[in-house]
């Protein structure tokens, strides 16, 4: 069955850094867009950094410009996000997302989460 399965989350203080990877089976994941989100307690998800099937582009939301990096090895089915430059408000649960959509049907698919928490 499809599986994405986050890890590397914790705990960092302010500045620090961390890298998250996505382990993915069950589906070619080598054409599916991959996505990082990421939804602190009370607030709506956000989209935190998307990258292409290939890998050949990806872009960032305004908040983590400059400071993450989503990269993928199709080789290992993996997607990761390197964290530099932490901040408290980088504190969330971090998601990863693959989709692909075709002309009749959109594929979709949830990890379960890892925590991140920025704090000294």
């Known amino acids: 069955q499809v599986q994405l399965v986050e890890s590397g989350g914790g705990l960092v203080q302010p500045g620090g850094s961390l890298r998250l990877s996505c382990a993915a089976s069950?589906?070619?994941?080598?054409?599916?867009?991959i996505s990082w989100y990421r939804q602190a307690p009370g607030k709506e998800r956000e989209l935190v950094a998307t990258?292409?099937?290939?890998?050949?582009?990806?872009n960032y939301g305004d908040s983590v410009k400059g400071r993450f990096t989503i990269s993928r090895d199709n080789a290992k089915n993996t997607v990761y996000l390197q964290m530099n430059s932490l901040k408290p408000e980088d504190t969330a649960v971090y998601y990863c997302?693959?989709?692909?959509?075709?002309?009749?049907?959109?594929?979709?698919?949830w990890g379960q989460g890892t925590q991140v928490t920025v704090s000294s």
């Open positions: 997302n693959a989709h692909k959509s075709l002309p009749l049907v959109v594929y979709n698919y």
């Open positions: 069950g589906f070619t994941f080598s054409t599916y867009a």
């Open positions: 990258i292409t099937s290939a890998g050949r582009l990806s």
